[in-house]
């Protein structure tokens, strides 16, 4: 059974794809049996066959070189770029959390450290009609711990605030902190770091240049980020 870590952000494009590829790509190259895991991905293309192309899992394996197939890594993809419950109202199948909940056990079943990305932010409906289904649902359900990416620039103290005090609120465990677009020297960034820390008591485990191949934290910290599913 595997040990498994939940990727949120402060929203949509702060970096968690690219963030979790770093992530999953220096386990993989420390020789950890690596997989990748999203519930629900929306906004993405089709091949020439009709098929949808899973856009974010497709990007994780190719920037770490895990070999995981993309069907295993998403149950649930849309073509719209909108949250995952209206793209279900658009496109249909709206997600069944039995066979999401399948799938995710399925993962854990085969590899040792599962990185599970969100959809945006941490309040994200996965489903909104007759029945209710919230990206934390999923996030409870699996016994998820997570690290939270921000973006280190103007705006991320309320960004981060917000998202840690709903979480905290919620009794949602979190790992720390990951600034992305992070410029060494820049005293807005560095500060941010700083008072982010302070105003939430969590720790920025790494800090992501723009253009980073390589996500620069010890391997042990990293593996004391994840832990045993249930
Ligand atoms: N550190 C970075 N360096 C270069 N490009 C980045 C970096 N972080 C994010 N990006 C780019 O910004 C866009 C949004 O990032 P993405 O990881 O897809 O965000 P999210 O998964 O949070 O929606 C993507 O095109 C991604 O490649
Ligand atoms: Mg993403």
Request: aromatic fraction near 6%; charge should be negative.
């Amino acid at each position: 059974m595997s040990k498994n870590l939940f990727i949120t952000g402060t929203g949509t494009d702060v970096g968690k794809t690219y963030v979790t590829g770093l992530i999953v790509k220096k386990l993989q190259e420390s020789g950890k049996s690596a997989a990748y895991y999203k519930a629900a991905m929306s906004g993405n293309e089709r091949r020439a066959d009709g098929t949808l192309i899973p856009g974010d899992a497709l990007h994780v394996k190719t920037m770490s070189g895990i070999k995981q197939s993309l069907e295993e890594m998403c149950k649930y993809v849309y073509e719209a770029a909108v949250s995952p419950h209206l793209a279900a109202k658009l496109e249909g199948n709206p997600i069944e959390m039995e066979r999401l909940l399948k799938s995710f056990d399925h993962v854990c079943q085969k590899y040792d450290y599962v990185t599970a990305e969100g959809s945006g932010g941490i309040v994200c409906p996965l489903r909104f009609d007759e029945q209710k289904i919230q990206l934390e649902d999923f996030i409870k359900a699996c016994n998820l711990s997570c690290l939270i990416v921000a973006d280190a620039g103007l705006g991320t103290i309320n960004a981060v605030v917000l998202t840690i005090e709903y979480m905290k609120n919620r009794q949602i465990p979190i790992k720390g902190i990951i600034f992305n677009h992070y410029e060494p020297g820049n005293q807005l960034h560095e500060d941010n770091r700083l008072m982010c820390e302070a105003m939430t008591g969590l720790n920025v485990v790494a800090c992501v240049k723009d253009g980073d191949t390589e996500l620069d934290i010890p391997l042990e910290l990293l593996e004391r980020l994840y832990q045993n599913a249930p």
